[in-house]
């Protein structure tokens, strides 16, 4: 992290949760999601100290035990005074870039990053992650046994967790089940075709600059969603930008998940299906559970 960043911390944290509700406001957000934001800037500009201190004596907690902050804004706070990035307000404005984000990672810089995001479809630091614990980043030319290594301790470092299967990440993560992603993938589609969501420019595959791509603010309960279609190069190179759904949730221990959410086109069950990738099987279950006479296309 930059020292001038450091030194102005709680005004810039500060500034980009303002902005985040503002965003969230023109979005169509839930009110008291985005009142959130701006009650947490108001307690980082009356702070008499840093947040940088608070976090390198007190750690986490110290962060989480200030007013209006909580578990899910603390993590926040710990990832731009690491990263000096808010991948969420990225999201917000239109401008994720995810061989920005894998080329952020030592040992990697843009030339890998593009390879991984064209050669593995890796959009985010979770597949990058999954990615080399099973063996798919050692088959990339250039990603020998010490790099892939060193990559996953730094990913260790910088998500906050160990490798774990994927059943006990969900677990741990307090992910929702299939059929609450779901429902959140049929409102997002519907919604998005009837023209009734807002439009942000993304800032990559857009080059003249169009506000194009609907941007859902959605809750089940407490959990709060922000749905997209999928801006990838993979999306745009098979046609599915329309297709593909990228969800965004609020986890349990605070941080946030992701899932896409797509239509099955292997030949089986779940043919024709929407699907959440990864949970194939928790997806089959839910259509014969419910024997759901889903027509075979979506």
Same mark, same amino acid.
């Given at each position: 992290?930059? *020292?001038?960043?450091?030194?102005?911390?709680?005004?810039?944290?500060?500034?980009?949760?303002?902005?985040?509700?503002?965003?969230?406001?023109?979005?169509?957000?839930?009110?008291?999601?985005?009142?959130?934001?701006?009650?947490?800037?108001?307690?980082?500009?009356?702070?008499?100290?840093?947040?940088?201190?608070?976090?390198?004596?007190?750690?986490?907690?110290?962060?989480?035990?200030?007013?209006?902050?909580?578990?899910?804004?603390?993590?926040?706070?710990?990832?731009?005074?690491?990263?000096?990035?808010?991948?969420?307000?990225?999201?917000?404005?239109?401008?994720?870039?995810?061989?920005?984000?894998?080329?952020?990672?030592?040992?990697?810089?843009?030339?890998?990053?593009?390879?991984?995001?064209?050669?593995?479809?890796? *959009?985010?630091?979770?597949?990058?992650?999954?990615?080399?614990?099973?063996?798919?980043?050692?088959?990339?030319?250039?990603?020998?046994?010490?790099?892939?290594?060193?990559?996953?301790?730094?990913?260790?470092?910088?998500?906050?967790?160990?490798?774990?299967?994927?059943?006990?990440?969900?677990?741990?993560?307090?992910?929702?089940?299939?059929?609450?992603?779901?429902d959140v993938d049929r409102e997002y589609r519907e919604r998005a075709t009837a023209g009734e969501l807002p439009t942000i420019a993304p800032r990559r595959f857009n080059p003249?600059?169009?506000?194009?791509?609907?941007?859902?603010?959605?809750?089940?309960?407490?959990?709060?969603?922000?749905?997209?279609?999928?801006?990838?190069?993979?999306?745009?190179?098979?046609?599915?930008?329309?297709?593909?759904?990228?969800?965004?949730?609020?986890?349990?221990?605070?941080?946030?998940?992701?899932?896409?959410?797509?239509?099955?086109?292997?030949?089986?069950?779940?043919?024709?299906?929407?699907?959440?990738?990864?949970?194939?099987?928790?997806?089959?279950?839910?259509?014969?559970?419910?024997?759901?006479?889903?027509?075979?296309?979506?």
């Amino acid at each position: 992290m930059a *020292d001038s960043f450091e030194r102005n911390a709680n005004l810039e944290i500060a500034e980009r949760f303002e902005e985040v509700a503002r965003l969230l406001a023109d979005q169509g957000a839930n009110p008291f999601r985005l009142r959130a934001y701006e009650q947490a800037a108001g307690t980082l500009r009356r702070l008499d100290r840093s947040v940088a201190e608070i976090l390198e004596t007190e750690g986490l907690e110290g962060l989480e035990a200030l007013p209006t902050i909580g578990a899910q804004l603390a993590r926040a706070i710990r990832s731009m005074l690491r990263t000096g990035r808010y991948p969420m307000l990225e999201r917000l404005r239109g401008e994720v870039d995810a061989v920005e984000l894998l080329g952020s990672v030592p040992g990697i810089g843009k030339v890998l990053a593009e390879r991984l995001h064209q050669e593995l479809d890796i *959009d985010s630091l979770e597949d990058l992650e999954l990615a080399a614990h099973s063996g798919r980043l050692s088959e990339v030319a250039g990603f020998g046994k010490r790099r892939v290594e060193g990559i996953i301790d730094t990913l260790a470092a910088r998500l906050g967790r160990v490798r774990r299967s994927a059943i006990e990440r969900r677990r741990a993560r307090g992910e929702p089940p299939v059929e609450e992603v779901l429902d959140v993938d049929r409102e997002y589609r519907e919604r998005a075709t009837a023209g009734e969501l807002p439009t942000i420019a993304p800032r990559r595959f857009n080059p003249t600059g169009r506000s194009w791509l609907p941007i859902l603010h959605t809750h089940r309960g407490e959990r709060h969603y922000t749905a997209l279609y999928s801006n990838t190069a993979q999306a745009h190179r098979l046609g599915r930008t329309e297709d593909w759904v990228v969800l965004y949730f609020d986890g349990q221990d605070g941080g946030e998940g992701q899932h896409t959410v797509v239509t099955a086109r292997q030949t089986g069950p779940l043919q024709g299906l929407r699907v959440v990738r990864g949970r194939e099987a928790e997806c089959l279950e839910h259509y014969r559970r419910k024997s759901i006479d889903t027509p075979r296309r979506a």
